[in-house]
């Protein structure tokens, strides 16, 4: 990873440079300073951080993922014996939801009709900022699915 892909990573995620270090483990007073220094070339980026910056970048779309992979795959658990409809997030932040009837406490719901939930059930990036905002975006495009299959 270049000191401008891991600029283009901390804002596409839409990271503060303090946050960024955060998420990538940085600690301590200079941690945005060195985050920034690494931004701007004046520093190498070691080897734990540019494996973790990596990481995170697959879950970045770029023009190529945008135009393969759906934002959310929507899907049960195929025969299984908990009956659950998913939905998976492709992005950054990545998670997988369940479709529940009442919101799970201690995680981020949205509401699909009232009757039916979206719950977070594992994060698999960590949210940057507003997290239940794209959890509504989720629930919104679980809702146009089911509603374009019930009419098809």
Same mark, same amino acid.
């Given at each position: &990873?270049?000191?401008f892909e891991l600029k283009q990573l901390r804002r596409a995620i839409g990271a503060s440079i303090?946050? &960024?270090a955060e998420l990538l483990g940085l600690a301590g007073d200079n941690a945005a300073d060195a985050l920034r220094k690494m931004e701007n070339g004046g520093k190498p980026i070691s080897g734990p951080i540019h494996?973790?910056?990596k990481y995170m970048q697959e879950g970045v779309a770029d023009g190529r993922m945008s135009a393969a992979l759906p934002e959310f795959l929507i899907c049960d658990d195929m025969g299984g @014996?908990?009956?659950i409809e998913w939905v998976f997030h492709t992005?950054?932040?990545r998670f997988l939801a369940a479709?529940? @009837?009442s919101p799970v406490d201690g995680t981020v719901s949205a509401s699909l009709d009232n009757l039916e939930w979206l719950s977070v059930a594992m994060w698999i990036d960590e949210p940057v900022d507003d997290a239940e905002s794209v959890v509504v975006q989720a629930a919104a495009a679980f809702a146009d699915y089911t509603?374009?299959?019930m009419d098809g």
């Open positions: &990873m270049t000191h303090s946050r &960024m494996r973790l910056a @014996d908990l009956n992005r950054y932040p479709v529940t @009837d509603t374009e299959a």
